[in-house]
């Protein structure tokens, strides 16, 4: 199982970023997807979850309304859309493999001015 994640950045508070999550080494379209997050000094989080064929979302409180989690199962890849970033959504974000227990190596996301 290989997750590899990009579309991290810096960027000011109010901007966007899309995150991508693409998988290799199992069959991608027959598993839930995750996005988690870790700040400094805290405990990885759930941001958001997809299910396998994509038609259930589900997100953390503090992301609903600004984040999208998508998946394109012809690509191997999920996505995360954050638009109207806070400082507090800095930190690096996985993806994640249900059932599987496997992570990406992570995407820094900062939020600053």
């Known amino acids: 199982v290989q997750l590899v994640e990009s579309g991290g950045g810096l960027v000011q508070p109010g901007g966007s970023l899309r995150l991508s999550c693409t998988a290799s080494?199992?069959?991608?379209?027959?598993?839930?997807m995750s996005w988690y997050r870790q700040a400094p000094g805290k405990e990885r989080e759930l941001v958001a979850g997809?299910?396998?064929?994509?038609?259930?979302?589900t997100y953390a409180d503090s992301v609903k309304g600004r984040f999208t989690i998508s998946r394109d199962n012809a690509k191997n890849t999920v996505y995360l859309q954050t638009n109207s970033l806070k400082p507090e959504d800095t930190g690096v974000y996985y993806c994640?493999?249900?059932?599987?227990?496997?992570w990406g190596q992570g995407t820094q996301v900062t939020v600053s001015s």
């Open positions: 994640y493999v249900r059932g599987l227990n496997s």
């Open positions: 080494g199992f069959t991608f379209s027959t598993y839930g």
């Open positions: 997809i299910s396998n064929g994509g038609s259930v979302r």
